[in-house]
């Protein structure tokens, strides 16, 4: 297991290292945009009370990866203990933190969840964008009033990082500087397509990010958690080892004891 992990983990480290660059900078871009946006301009940044919540856990659908699916079933309920009197909803992306969240707390159901429950069988850009945009018309019609993203970030092979991530709406970049509110954009094509176009595509692009961050850790969580599987296997066949021989001498022991003793007595 730690050597397929290692395999797959080559393929999903080289996934996250080309996509984060560009989701990175996409999503400056879609702070620095929103900023310079009237909040009637753009549904995606509308800030509302915080009454109903949609948390998207992003976990892996098999075990046997040390603490990564706890940790995330561990970073909801914080986050509901940090915000009692909200009311949550969870999407689970991954049958583990499924499993352990639907005993506790309220899991989305119909077109969403079924898409859900499939996205690791189609883990490519157009699949996951379906999530996306779900997650955005119903963070628009009002059903939600925040979506939060929970997922472990790819540090490296041994290290993974929890993140709790706002989704929607989209936080506006902070002025850099004295008396500067916002960046001054010249729109082309214009306003309207901006809207239309970048900023649901960058939330597309924000989410993917998010899954091939916890793909690539899943794969090394995994295999660092077989790796030490395997030396504390090794250390426990060692010591049965040592107690066998111990057992086995001792044994022996008894015997010449025994033969000496029954010699002695017969002459």
């Known amino acids: 297991m730690k050597m397929v992990s290692a395999a797959k983990l080559r393929r999903a480290q080289d996934a996250i290292v080309q996509m984060r660059p560009y989701s990175e900078k996409l999503q400056d871009i879609l702070a620095n945009l929103s900023s310079s946006l009237d909040a009637s301009e753009n549904s995606y940044a509308e800030v509302r009370d915080q009454k109903k919540v949609l948390i998207i856990a992003i976990s892996s659908n098999r075990g046997l990866a040390g603490a990564f699916n706890a940790n995330i079933v561990k970073a909801v309920d914080h986050w ?37 429950a499939d996205v690791y069988e189609n883990l490519n850009f157009g699949f996951v964008s379906n999530i996306a945009t779900e997650a955005m018309q119903r963070f628009t019609s009002g059903q939600y009033d925040q979506v939060f993203l929970v997922y472990n970030s790819f540090k490296n092979a041994a ?109």
Do not use: C, W
Not at 85 to 107: F, N
């Open 80 to 116: 509901k203990k940090s915000h009692l009197g909200v009311d949550i909803e969870v999407l689970a992306l991954g049958k583990k933190a499924g499993d352990a969240l639907k005993k506790r707390y309220v899991m989305v159901n119909g077109t969403f969840s079924s898409l859900a």
């Open 159 to 267: 290290s993974q990082i929890i993140k709790t991530e706002q989704f929607l709406p989209i936080i506006p970049a902070e002025p850099s500087g004295e008396g500067m509110s916002s960046v001054d954009y010249i729109f082309e094509p214009s306003k309207e397509e901006i809207i239309k176009d970048l900023i649901p595509k960058s939330l597309r692009v924000q989410l993917y990010k998010a899954l091939l961050d916890s793909h690539a850790s899943e794969h090394g969580a995994r295999m660092t958690a077989m790796h030490k599987a395997t030396d504390n296997a090794g250390e426990l066949l060692k010591n049965l080892k040592l107690t066998y021989n111990k057992a086995r001498q001792a044994a022996i022991t008894g015997e010449i004891l025994e033969i000496v003793a029954g010699a002695e007595a017969l002459s």
